[in-house]
């Protein structure tokens, strides 16, 4: 499975690509920046050069200005058998994969430049296991506008609750929320 790179929910793009390949040098710096900004935004993606060079020195060359993991120069079994598998005809090619090894979009050539590329790749962050929920009420500080509130937050309300509650403190006027008995620390209302 895929997840052992890109993580549980991670999204894996195979680069076919080759040195001596004039689109693919056009094309692997564009994609190297799609890359660097998809880390820089905390995306769950990973990709893998798999190289159609024809000797190992053009290979280190061309992996030299990557960015990202490659497979083995000298694993031409397994490059052949994930060019078969998923039908690559020409170079580069791009392929994405689901952490099961599914396919999700077998030629990303083209929309992996696209800037709404982004919004389709989950964040790293939300596929992370921060161990069980919380069972007892937390108390969150938010801070807005040089003050800090407090609020306490039940579990079971959920998030839809909380947002309320910051929204309440951070967007309501304070004539309205002493109406409402909010942002009051203690004291008569």
Same mark, same amino acid.
Request: hydrophobic content about 40%; some cysteine.
């Given at each position: ?46 990709i ?28 031409? #079994? !397994?490059?052949?058998?994930? +060019?078969? @598998? ?7 090619? =791009?392929?994405? *994969? ?15 430049m ?9 964040r ?11 069972t ?25 609750? #909380? !947002?309320?509650?910051?929204? +309440?403190? @951070? ?7 002493? =109406?409402?008995? *909010? ?7």
């Amino acid at each position: 499975p895929t997840s052992s790179v890109a993580g549980r929910g991670g999204v894996v793009a195979l680069y076919f690509s080759a040195h001596w390949c004039g689109p693919c040098q056009n094309y692997t710096p564009e994609l190297a920046k799609v890359y660097k900004r998809a880390k820089a935004k905390g995306k769950a993606l990973e990709i893998i050069f798999v190289s159609s060079d024809r000797d190992e020195a053009s290979f280190r060359q061309y992996y030299g200005t990557m960015p990202w993991l490659a497979l083995p120069f000298e694993d031409r #079994l !397994r490059k052949e058998a994930l +060019s078969t @598998t998923f039908q690559v005809r020409g170079i580069p090619s =791009l392929v994405l *994969l689901s952490d099961a090894c599914r396919v999700i979009e077998a030629n990303a050539r083209s929309s992996a430049m696209l800037p709404s590329f982004f919004s389709t790749l989950p964040r790293a962050a939300d596929l992370m296991d921060y161990g069980p929920l919380p069972t007892e009420p937390l108390t969150l500080v938010v801070r807005h506008r040089g003050q800090e509130y407090e609020i306490e937050c039940e579990p079971e309300e959920g998030w839809e609750q #909380l !947002r309320m509650q910051i929204y +309440s403190l @951070t967007e309501v006027p304070e004539e309205q929320q002493r =109406l409402f008995g *909010l942002g009051v620390v203690r004291g008569p209302l």
